[in-house]
């Protein structure tokens, strides 16, 4: 069956330093997204993207964090200057078109650990 | 801005049957669902509900929605020990994005 890749499962960091998580959707998914769950607490929705550009974002989404999908394959969240406060799990999810019924699936997660 | 709320923690015996609530306040949620997260794992779609169904069946899950209360339930029947985990309630409103509940831990108990 078809699942989420994300890369790496753990990555600790250094507040300042810039990393960017790895996810490979499902391949004739068109619709990617990424979210957060701090410690604790509900998972938060960040960014969709589709057809190359973003098609919605929350307000946590701001101009440290970008999104991109470098290839075919990838599609990428980069953290320009990390903050404590970033430490979270962040999950990428793809589905294959839009409304209710186009299911999210989910990849495992990467936590993030800032220091 | 959207409110999801659900119960923290839920403990119940092996064979017994769970029920998983859920409150929220955007009446404008088109589709609802249940998602299963175990440990170190990712978001698992266990089902959803239109918001024009009362009810819907899939196996041992049973979802009810009351859309006066805004209301959302899931039950697990026969429940097992493979079902501990935790268990989101999410809507999307409209477009794609997910509002997630604070998640219920489920605990089954031999």
């Known amino acids: 069956e078809p699942e989420v890749t994300q890369t790496p499962s753990h990555q600790v960091t250094q507040m300042g330093q810039e990393v960017i998580l790895r996810c490979v959707p499902i391949?004739?998914?068109?619709?990617f997204y990424w979210y957060r769950q701090i410690l604790g607490q509900k998972v938060e929705f960040l960014v969709s993207?589709?057809?190359?550009?973003?098609?919605?974002k929350s307000e946590i989404f701001d101009d440290q964090f970008s999104v991109e999908r470098p290839d075919g394959s990838n599609f990428t969240l980069k953290i320009r200057s990390t903050k404590l406060e970033d430490s979270a799990m962040y999950f990428c999810?793809?589905?294959?078109?839009?409304?209710?019924?186009?299911?999210?699936?989910f990849g495992p997660g990467t936590r993030l650990t800032v220091l | 801005g959207e409110d999801v709320e659900q119960s923290l923690f839920l403990s119940v015996r092996e064979g017994d049957s769970s029920v998983i609530n859920c409150t929220y306040t955007?009446?404008?949620?088109?589709?609802l669902y249940w998602y299963k997260q175990e440990p170190g794992a990712g978001l698992q779609l266990l089902t959803y509900i239109f918001s024009n169904m009362d009810m819907k069946q899939d196996q041992r899950l049973t979802v009810l929605l009351n859309k006066k209360d805004k209301h959302l339930s899931l039950r697990i029947a026969d429940t097992q020990t493979g079902d501990s985990a935790i268990y989101f309630c999410?809507?999307?409103?409209?477009?794609?994005?997910?509002?997630f509940g604070t998640g219920t831990q489920l605990k089954v108990e031999l």
């Open positions: 993207f589709y057809n190359n550009e973003i098609s919605e």
């Open positions: 999410a809507f999307t409103g409209g477009g794609n994005k997910l509002t």
């Open positions: 391949s004739n998914h068109l619709y």
């Open positions: 999810a793809s589905s294959e078109g839009q409304g209710g019924t186009d299911t999210q699936y």
């Open positions: 955007d009446s404008s949620s088109t589709y």
